[in-house]
């Protein structure tokens, strides 16, 4: 089920309206007329959303009078025709964090009588859609994790790690009474979302591994998931405290939720079959393809400054889920697990602990960001199969929080579910090591979006 925006859609439509109305409002996007030293015979105003710049302008009274408006944009060559009292516009598929420039000619007779051009750029980020998945009351307000599910009914769950709740208002959230739970689930159903958490009681998380009754020990994180029919089937990761301090979590096991449709009941938690190495992470990205299932997992070859990681697959059945899996040798499948080999093409990027796979135009697609402490490039490789091997190596996006001193960002994630003019969604996790700021300013700890061509992936 794809959730589908054509033209000026819902989610765009929301955001041209309250973007339209921002634009009249401050001069942050003014700039000096570069030509000379007159005043401007338009004072421009810009926000911008995603990949779309929103304009808006008045007369200075300055300026010669005119019929009417050319305003081109430089990088894609656009040109819009505005009446003399138009006061905006707008221009999308623009590029991301590169410079562009506007500009405006004033129009008379035919002849060009006075022109204003400005210079800038947009950071790319869908800022709209974050407000509506992420929100300041009434579901998840902050958090990792972030992957997604598309259900049968037209629903996503978004299958989130550490998360808060509560309410948050200019920015802040208080820390009198604010629980931090392991992790949560966001149920998406056009535009309007719920959280699930308190399996167990309050302060108990979305999903609590059996017998566990003090989650600070021991938790669940998310791993990923799809849906079959009515049922909804989620990797989560089995944790522990192996060691003082907020990086001594270790890895134990992963576990197959199984939960009912549309409730989203549980009914079973199982182990998965693999019980070798804690160093292989099974369940962090799991592909649907019909016939199989395919369920890949993340290896840290070296963790360090200079990490190395590898990504092997193994494949089952729905039937056989937690029972009996096959592994990809490079060649053929056996069901010895330590015969499993790395899928080829993926060296010159070390996959992140959390990634996916999913298909996009006939082809398959493993989306990760380098695992590089804060290198913030996010990639995609391309096969013709789900176990490769992987070529087109693609650069889609680089994040920005990571230059200011003492945030990180890691794991991004797609969410191919969501379409909008040929382009997909995607995600990555913004954090701090300052945890005091998680109160002080919640965007330090919530994802950021933004939406990248189809074309651009596959080509």
Same mark, same amino acid.
């Given at each position: 089920?794809?959730?589908?925006?054509?033209?000026?859609?819902?989610?765009?439509?929301?955001?041209?309206?309250?973007?339209?109305?921002?634009?009249?409002?401050?001069?942050?996007?003014?700039?000096?007329?570069?030509?000379?030293?007159?005043?401007?015979?338009?004072?421009?105003?810009?926000?911008?959303?995603?990949?779309?710049?929103?304009? !808006?302008?008045?007369?200075? =009274? %300055?300026?010669? @009078?005119?019929? $009417? /408006?050319?305003?081109?944009? &430089?990088?894609?060559?656009?040109?819009?025709?505005?009446?003399?009292?138009?006061?905006?516009?707008?221009?999308?598929?623009?590029?991301?964090?590169?410079?562009?420039?506007?500009?405006? !000619?004033?129009?008379?007779? =035919? %002849?060009?009588? @006075?022109?204003? $051009? /400005?210079?800038?750029?947009? &950071?790319?980020?869908?800022?709209?859609?974050?407000?509506?998945?992420?929100?300041?009351?009434?579901?998840?307000?902050?958090?990792?994790?972030?992957?997604?599910?598309?259900?049968?009914?037209?629903?996503?769950?978004?299958?989130?790690?550490?998360?808060?709740?509560?309410?948050?208002?200019?920015?802040?959230?208080?820390?009198?009474?604010?629980?931090?739970?392991?992790?949560?689930?966001?149920?998406?159903?056009?535009?309007?979302?719920?959280?699930?958490?308190?399996?167990?009681?309050?302060?108990?998380?979305?999903?609590?591994?059996?017998?566990?009754?003090?989650?600070?020990?021991?938790?669940?994180?998310?791993?990923?998931?799809?849906?079959?029919?009515?049922?909804?089937?989620?990797?989560?990761?089995?944790?522990?405290?192996?060691?003082?301090?907020?990086?001594?979590?270790?890895?134990?096991?992963?576990?197959?939720?199984?939960?009912?449709?549309?409730?989203?009941?549980?009914?079973?938690?199982?182990?998965?079959?693999?019980?070798?190495?804690?160093?292989?992470?099974?369940?962090?990205?799991?592909?649907?393809?019909?016939?199989?299932?395919?369920?890949?997992?993340?290896?840290?070859?070296?963790?360090?400054?200079?990490?190395?990681?590898?990504?092997?697959?193994?494949?089952?059945?729905?039937?056989?889920?937690?029972?009996?899996?096959?592994?990809?040798?490079?060649?053929?499948?056996?069901?010895?697990?330590?015969?499993?080999?790395?899928?080829?093409?993926?060296?010159?990027?070390?996959?992140?602990?959390?990634?996916?796979?999913?298909?996009?135009?006939?082809?398959?697609?493993?989306?990760?960001?380098?695992?590089?402490?804060?290198?913030?490039?996010?990639?995609?490789?391309?096969?013709?199969?789900?176990?490769?091997?992987?070529?087109?190596?693609?650069?889609?996006?680089?994040?920005?929080?990571?230059?200011?001193?003492?945030?990180?960002?890691?794991?991004?994630?797609?969410?191919?579910?969501?379409?909008?003019?040929?382009?997909?969604?995607?995600?990555?996790?913004?954090?701090?090591?300052?945890?005091?700021?998680?109160?002080?300013?919640?965007?330090?700890?919530?994802?950021?979006?933004?939406?990248?061509?189809?074309?651009?992936?596959?080509?």
């Amino acid at each position: 089920m794809k959730f589908v925006v054509q033209g000026m859609g819902m989610v765009s439509a929301i955001l041209f309206a309250a973007l339209s109305i921002s634009c009249g409002e401050g001069d942050d996007g003014r700039r000096e007329n570069p030509f000379d030293n007159r005043p401007s015979f338009v004072e421009v105003r810009t926000s911008s959303n995603a990949d779309t710049l929103f304009l !808006s302008w008045t007369r200075s =009274g %300055e300026g010669p @009078d005119f019929e $009417r /408006l050319r305003i081109e944009e &430089s990088s894609t060559g656009v040109v819009r025709e505005a009446e003399s009292d138009t006061e905006s516009c707008f221009f999308t598929r623009l590029p991301y964090n590169e410079t562009f420039s506007v500009t405006f !000619s004033a129009i008379d007779g =035919g %002849e060009v009588v @006075d022109t204003y $051009r /400005l210079d800038t750029r947009i &950071s790319g980020l869908d800022e709209t859609f974050a407000k509506v998945l992420i929100r300041d009351s009434g579901s998840v307000t902050g958090g990792d994790g972030m992957y997604s599910v598309a259900l049968p009914d037209g629903r996503s769950v978004f299958l989130m790690g550490d998360s808060w709740l509560g309410t948050v208002v200019d920015g802040q959230r208080s820390s009198a009474g604010n629980h931090m739970y392991r992790n949560t689930y966001i149920l998406y159903d056009e535009g309007k979302v719920s959280a699930i958490a308190e399996a167990n009681g309050p302060n108990t998380s979305g999903a609590v591994p059996p017998g566990v009754t003090d989650e600070g020990k021991k938790w669940y994180w998310p791993g990923h998931g799809f849906a079959r029919e009515d049922r909804l089937y989620v990797f989560q990761t089995l944790m522990y405290q192996g060691g003082a301090g907020m990086w001594s979590f270790m890895y134990e096991t992963t576990h197959i939720l199984e939960y009912a449709l549309p409730e989203m009941t549980l009914v079973a938690t199982t182990p998965i079959p693999f019980t070798g190495s804690p160093d292989v992470h099974y369940g962090m990205a799991a592909l649907d393809d019909g016939n199989f299932i395919y369920v890949y997992a993340q290896v840290d070859v070296r963790n360090d400054a200079n990490p190395v990681s590898d990504v092997l697959v193994a494949r089952t059945t729905v039937e056989n889920l937690a029972t009996d899996w096959e592994y990809y040798t490079g060649g053929s499948w056996s069901d010895n697990p330590s015969s499993a080999a790395k899928l080829e093409g993926l060296a010159s990027v070390p996959v992140s602990s959390q990634f996916n796979v999913f298909k996009l135009g006939g082809k398959y697609v493993l989306l990760t960001q380098k695992k590089n402490f804060n290198s913030g490039e996010i990639y995609t490789f391309v096969s013709d199969t789900p176990y490769g091997p992987w070529r087109n190596r693609r650069l889609i996006f680089r994040t920005y929080e990571q230059n200011t001193p003492g945030l990180f960002t890691y794991n991004a994630m797609a969410h191919p579910q969501f379409e909008r003019d040929g382009m997909i969604l995607v995600s990555y996790n913004v954090n701090t090591e300052d945890f005091s700021q998680q109160f002080s300013d919640v965007s330090t700890y919530r994802p950021r979006f933004f939406w990248v061509s189809k074309e651009k992936i596959l080509n």
